[in-house]
Structure formats: structure tokens, C-alpha cells
């Protein structure tokens, strides 16, 4: 039997590509692009809170640059 692919709800793939935009910036700010994607990873926290309390991905990667 075919294993079915989990979806994911429609919050979790604003924050994916909220995300997404932030490393975009964070790359516009010095950071390589893997340096940019280890951070969010090891800080998915932060970055989690910073997308629920309403911040731009800008505003995120600048706060995260500071």
C-alpha cells in the first residue's frame, strides 16, 4: 500500500514560506544561504514567535541581524 503524504494546514505552509522569505533577507544582510538556514533552524523558535506576533519576514531578519 502507497503511503499517503501528510498535508500540511494551511497555517504551517504561511510559516514555510514566511521562512523562506526571511533566509532571503538574511542573505541580503551578509549571511550565506546556509548560514541563513542553520539559523532559522536552530532559532525556529523565535522565528515561530516572531511570525504569530505579526512581524514582516524583513523586520524578522533584521531583528535577527541586530
Do not use: S
Not at 501528510?6 to 504551517?12: F, G, I, K, M, Y
Not at 514560506?17 to 525556529?44: M, P, R, S, Y
Not at 522565528?47 to 523586520?59: A, I, K, N, V
Request: proline fraction near 2%.
Amino acid at each position: 500500500m502507497a503511503k499517503k503524504k501528510e498535508e500540511l494546514d494551511e497555517e504551517t505552509l504561511a510559516l514555510i514560506h514566511w521562512c523562506i522569505e526571511v533566509e532571503g533577507f538574511l542573505v541580503q544582510g551578509g549571511a550565506t544561504v546556509d548560514q541563513a538556514q542553520e539559523h532559522i533552524e536552530e532559532q525556529i523558535e523565535w522565528f515561530t514567535d516572531q511570525f504569530y506576533d505579526g512581524l514582516t519576514p524583513e523586520e524578522a531578519a533584521k531583528e535577527a541581524l541586530a
